[in-house]
């Protein structure tokens, strides 16, 4: 009986989404839960190696609004054709596909575009090593105390569930721990991290004079000069103030399933074409709206200019940032199209992702040589008026006096840190005054705002690390 009624609520709930918003709309919301699911399970399973029915429970504990619905969907993992189905409960239905070296991409009834893996980089990294091969303990009691306080359950929900920390010190890693089936060189989906990754990407295309911040961005649907979008640059594709009508990205929950943005996401073969065909709702420049079409149409710019082909825009991300730094364990994850799903689907392990936030600390250097142009770390963590959150072009700052920038530095962050920050508790944070890099993986609800317990983290961190030479890694 009491499935019975679960069964009626969700299907009067989908029936009120259509009469709110039309039919074709309401028939979205299940492929976008279900794409949503899908595309983590098949990433975390093939690519991370992580248990699925753990994953599965986690992920939608951890999403707003998902558990009243988890019941109802069912998933199939085929390990021999690797990949993952999802379906709600007889409404729609999401079906991701592995393939080695590329991660995992939804699968929409036109097919995905085949594409070449690379061979493996050989390639020596311009970044010294951050650490050995063993996991590094904490390099001190206070060091210790931080992490186990990061990695320790509250007594009450929500949970926390970390994943991974790493702590580096000025360049060295002086801390890190692993939740179990986790080890340094997991592959981690990063979520919305991705973004800042996609900003280094376009400032690596803007230091060799292949694309400017200012002046109309090079997208060809736009080219005409009587288009209202003409005037759309790559600064405001970055700082999320382009103006298009594609809804909100900036919470992940249930309700976000109705957003016109989660139909590019999870019902668009090619979503960078999907977000250029969008119409304005404000004009460029004059509103803050985060989502995630700005990120896919900076990622098909990525392509167009590295060459035109999936193969040729992977290629330069791995050439040009990746082996540099020596990020060995990243999968960048595709659309159907072919196109870097630059949004929230990159997978590194932690370690990686701490070398890209060292590549930050160090100017946009590694081991001396320019990959970043001068000026572009700053111009990344300058704030963007408007944007109560905090962020800066690619990445989230407390630079400003932003609502969230303040709130922060109430809590302990210094005033200078900038991070990658990806849904629901994953975090790259540069924090320059204390030649700090923190990393921290995990499945945390977003709301509150410190249940993953970031904030505490990095005051502990900070706190144990602040004594200049008092480290191993220190210096």
């Not at 429970?57 to 069912?74: F, K, N, Y």
């Not at 986790?182 to 592959?187: A, D, G, Q, R």
């Not at 946009?364 to 944007?387: C, F, Q």
Request: include cysteine; hydrophobic fraction near 45%.
């Amino acid at each position: 009986m009491a499935r019975r009624r679960k069964i009626v609520l969700l299907a009067t709930a989908i029936a009120a989404a259509g009469l709110a918003l039309g039919a074709a709309q309401a028939r979205d919301v299940p492929r976008v839960v279900t794409g949503f699911v899908a595309n983590i399970l098949c990433a975390e399973t093939f690519v991370s190696g992580l248990d699925p029915g753990r994953n599965f429970a986690e992920t939608t504990d951890a999403m707003p609004g998902a558990s009243l619905i988890s019941w109802a969907m069912e998933y199939r993992i085929d390990r021999v054709r690797k990949d993952v189905t999802v379906t709600l409960f007889g409404f729609g239905g999401s079906h991701a596909v592995y393939r080695e070296g590329l991660g995992c991409t939804l699968a929409h009834g036109a097919g995905i575009v085949a594409v070449e893996p690379l061979p493996v980089d050989k390639r020596p990294a311009l970044l010294p090593e951050i650490a050995g091969p063993a996991i590094v303990p904490p390099q001190s009691p206070a060091l210790a105390a931080a992490l186990d306080r990061a990695f320790a359950e509250p007594t009450q929900p929500p949970h926390r569930r970390t994943r991974a920390i790493v702590v580096m010190k000025a360049g060295r890693i002086v801390a890190e721990r692993y939740a179990d089936g986790i080890e340094p060189e997991t592959p981690l989906l990063g979520f919305s991290m991705t973004k800042s990754v996609i900003s280094a990407l376009i400032g690596v295309l803007v230091r060799q004079g292949k694309l400017k911040v200012d002046g109309p961005a090079p997208v060809t649907v736009w080219r005409d000069s009587d288009d209202p979008r003409h005037a759309i640059n790559v600064d405001q594709l970055l700082r999320h103030t382009a103006g298009l009508a594609l809804g909100s990205s900036l919470q992940a929950s249930l309700g976000s399933a109705l957003e016109p943005i989660n139909r590019m996401k999870f019902a668009e073969k090619d979503m960078a074409a999907y977000a250029e065909s969008i119409p304005l709702a404000t004009a460029p420049g004059t509103a803050w709206n985060y989502h995630d079409g700005n990120s896919l149409i900076l990622a098909h710019l990525i392509r167009d200019a590295a060459g035109g082909t999936p193969e040729d825009a992977l290629r330069f991300a791995r050439r040009e940032l990746f082996a540099p730094l020596g990020m060995r364990h990243v999968v960048l994850q595709l659309d159907g199209a072919g196109t870097i799903e630059g949004s929230s689907e990159m997978l590194a392990s932690a370690r990686d992702w701490a070398r890209f936030g060292q590549l930050y600390l160090d100017d946009g250097l590694a081991g001396g040589k320019r990959i970043l142009p001068e000026g572009w770390v700053n111009y990344s963590a300058s704030a963007t008026p408007n944007a109560w959150v905090g962020i800066g072009a690619g990445f989230w700052t407390n630079r400003g006096d932003s609502l969230g920038a303040n709130y922060r530095v109430e809590h302990g962050w210094p005033r200078d840190a900038f991070f990658a920050k990806g849904t629901i508790g994953q975090y790259t944070i540069v924090i320059p005054s204390q030649q700090l890099v923190i990393v921290r993986m995990g499945r945390s609800p977003n709301a509150p705002p410190q249940a993953d317990g970031v904030f505490d983290l990095v005051r502990d961190v900070v706190a144990a690390t602040r004594e200049k030479g008092k480290l191993a890694g220190g210096k």
